[in-house]
């Protein structure tokens, strides 16, 4: 969106990724269960910030497929593309904050967190 009377655009807070493979996530089953608990509180505290744009675990079970452009589906994905673990997508001001959720994140889960942004889109 431009400003009247200005040339500046303004493009609003900066969506990010923070995620992490399934294989980075060595718990054992009562470690699994407190990070659980306290990865959910980590969610609530996002949502109650008003930060929290949505997120969630892959459905491994579920093999994932190629859809080409003509509609042809095929078991064969790209190459290094199989997404596996959890995910979280949050809006917010500067990569600064990000950093601080992602270390939340982490700690509650455990195992580190990649923290990548999404590039601007004015349309989303």
């Not at 904050?97 to 004015?122: G, N, T």
């Amino acid at each position: 969106m431009t400003l009247p009377g200005s040339q500046r655009t303004f493009r609003g807070m900066t969506k990010y990724l923070i995620s992490f493979p399934s294989e980075a996530m060595v718990l054992s089953e009562a470690e699994f269960q407190s990070a659980v608990v306290e990865s959910h509180a980590v969610i609530e505290e996002a949502k109650a910030a008003g930060v929290y744009v949505f997120g969630g675990g892959i459905d491994e079970t579920v093999d994932p497929v190629l859809v080409s452009v003509d509609g042809t589906v095929s078991a064969e994905i790209y190459p290094g593309g199989h997404l596996t673990g959890g995910f979280t997508v949050l809006e917010l001001p500067t990569r600064e904050d990000a950093v601080e959720w992602a270390r939340k994140i982490a700690a509650s889960c455990r195992c580190a967190q990649e923290l990548r942004e999404f590039m601007y889109d004015p349309a989303s």
